[in-house]
């Protein structure tokens, strides 16, 4: 990389859609903040060109190699159940798994949404590899001759220890159809219908992902960039649009794991407590050794349990923008129309922007606010004094939840509206307030490595230790897929769990690789 080489990082959130831009030596040397749009392009071209706006008033050279974005799309598209395909759902079990058919916990507007028909035919494996049934290639001919999709989603039992079936219809499917294929190996760990539903939505995903990368695309060549681009994981790291196309359900979750990062990063510090607070909410995550602590329990998405990998994050509905009442704070919030609304903006709404500028409380550069605030305060002095107070035992509450009893650890405080924290936190060591640490969010985006990981079932006799190095082996090659320098890839985690009752000795195994992005 050139020493004058540039990065870009953004990030669309709920309220604001944030870009920094970072130099070789990982440096700020501009960035923006805009509010989001209803359409979610619209607020990343208006970033994109006020932070290159910036770095053109500033002097500096326009030398930008990679442009690293952070998401929502594809979670809007699964709340609102909008621009979604449709999905011909194959699992690979009969007999074993009909008692409970595919897609039975989904919300109905979602299902109806996404699902083109759905098939339990035979095939799959059990723990130890043997076949639960062998695979019958024409009864999966005369299902998907009978369906119109979009895109095929295939799950197999213990298809992260044996994915033989699944590759082969995958290969059958693209062959024979021409649609896109989503396996469920690639994508989840080993609980059946979690690891299904993740597969499904990562199908219907394929036609957002489309639109986003190719909005991305157009976004750099209106501004005359040839930067290579990148899309935030749900686990901090990035991966090629090329990646992503096929995986976007991996973006979901990308906005509080790159705040983490951006934490990490920004503060120096590697275990901790982070609060990222935006218009709408207040995430709360924990660094550990640098990274997002990941969440053990099955995560919703839409009213839809998934088990992929997800940062441990916990949401109250406190932010810039919560709507304050002489009885409550929020939940709700003017959210990107708080420059509207709020009252220190000129609007007629009290928000707790308001309730922590007549508190003292001032973001950097805010100093003329309390004057902006100033007679139109009055009226409610004593709700703005109730509310700071709410929202500060709020989030006492939500750091007590997270820090797990550790108070050795600080918290780092991020995000657009940190500056409504109160100045001491009981539960942690301190609060740290990092410089940029409005634009954390983005500089996640911008520091990410590239990863890739591996779930799965090992024999564990004198085999196991090669069977490992061949795991770790998968995980270093999914890392370069996601776009990481093959020279420079390191193996980050790894987990083994003896499992019991079965046959012969087996151990779960979880690897994780990342490395820097290829040059």
Do not use: C
Not at 25 to 45: E, I, M, S, Y
Not at 111 to 117: E, K, L, W
């Amino acid at each position: 990389m050139s020493e004058k080489a540039l990065r870009i990082g953004i990030d669309v959130g709920g309220t604001n859609t944030d870009a920094v831009v970072l130099d070789a030596a990982d440096q700020v040397v501009a960035k923006a903040k805009r509010p989001t749009t209803p359409d979610v392009t619209g607020g990343l071209l208006a970033a994109l060109g006020a932070v290159l706006a910036e770095l053109d008033r500033s002097g500096a050279p326009r030398d930008v190699t990679r442009v690293m974005l952070g998401t929502t799309h594809a979670t809007n598209a699964v709340l609102e159940r909008r621009g979604l395909g449709r999905v011909a759902v194959l699992r690979l079990g009969a007999p074993a798994t009909t008692s409970v058919p595919p897609l039975s916990d989904w919300p109905a507007s979602l299902r109806a949404a996404v699902s083109a028909g759905e098939a339990v035919l035979p095939g799959g494996h059990y723990v130890d590899g043997r076949e639960i049934g062998p695979l019958d290639r024409d009864a999966v001919r005369r299902f998907l001759d009978g369906v119109e999709a979009d895109a095929v989603a295939v799950t197999g039992v213990f298809s992260p220890a044996t994915a033989e079936h699944e590759r082969a219809v995958a290969e059958l499917v693209a062959g024979e159809y021409g649609l896109p294929v989503s396996v469920s190996h690639e994508i989840g760990s080993l609980g059946l219908l979690e690891r299904e539903n993740a597969t499904v939505l990562n199908a219907a995903l394929y036609g957002v992902a489309g639109n986003v990368t190719g909005a991305l695309a157009g976004a750099l060549a209106e501004h005359g960039l040839t930067a290579t681009p990148y899309l935030a994981q749900n686990d901090g790291t990035l991966m090629t649009t090329e990646h992503a196309a096929r995986l976007p359900v991996s973006t979901i979750g990308s906005g509080p794991a790159n705040s983490l990062r951006g934490a990490a990063f920004l503060s120096g510090v590697s275990d901790a407590v982070v609060a990222d607070v935006g218009g709408t909410s207040t995430d709360l995550g924990v660094l550990t050794g640098g990274f997002p602590r990941e969440s053990a329990a099955a995560v919703e998405i839409g009213g839809v349990l998934t088990n992929f990998r997800m940062p441990d994050i916990l949401a109250i509905a406190l932010g810039g923008g919560t709507v304050v009442r002489d009885d409550a704070v929020g939940p709700d919030s003017v959210g990107y129309r708080i420059t509207e609304e709020a009252l220190v903006f000129g609007g007629s709404t009290v928000t707790m922007t308001d309730a922590a500028v007549a508190a003292g409380r001032v973001p950097p550069g805010g100093d003329g606010w309390r004057h902006r605030l100033g007679d139109r305060s009055e009226g409610f002095r004593d709700t703005l004094q109730r509310a700071v107070a709410a929202a500060d035992a709020m989030v006492a509450d939500a750091v007590d939840r997270m820090a797990l009893g550790r108070a050795d650890r600080p918290l780092v405080a991020v995000g657009g509206g940190a500056f409504l924290l109160p100045p001491r936190v009981a539960g942690v060591s301190g609060v740290v307030r990092p410089r940029h640490a409005e634009v954390a969010n983005a500089v996640g985006a911008a520091i990410a490595l590239a990863s890739g990981r591996v779930d799965t079932i090992l024999p564990a006799g004198e085999s196991r230790s090669k069977a490992i190095e061949r795991v770790k082996e998968e995980a270093a090659a999914r890392a370069v897929a996601a776009g990481a320098d093959s020279s420079r890839v390191e193996i980050v985690d790894l987990l083994e769990v003896p499992l019991s009752y079965l046959s012969e000795p087996a151990v779960r195994v979880h690897v994780k690789a990342a490395g820097p992005l290829a040059r």
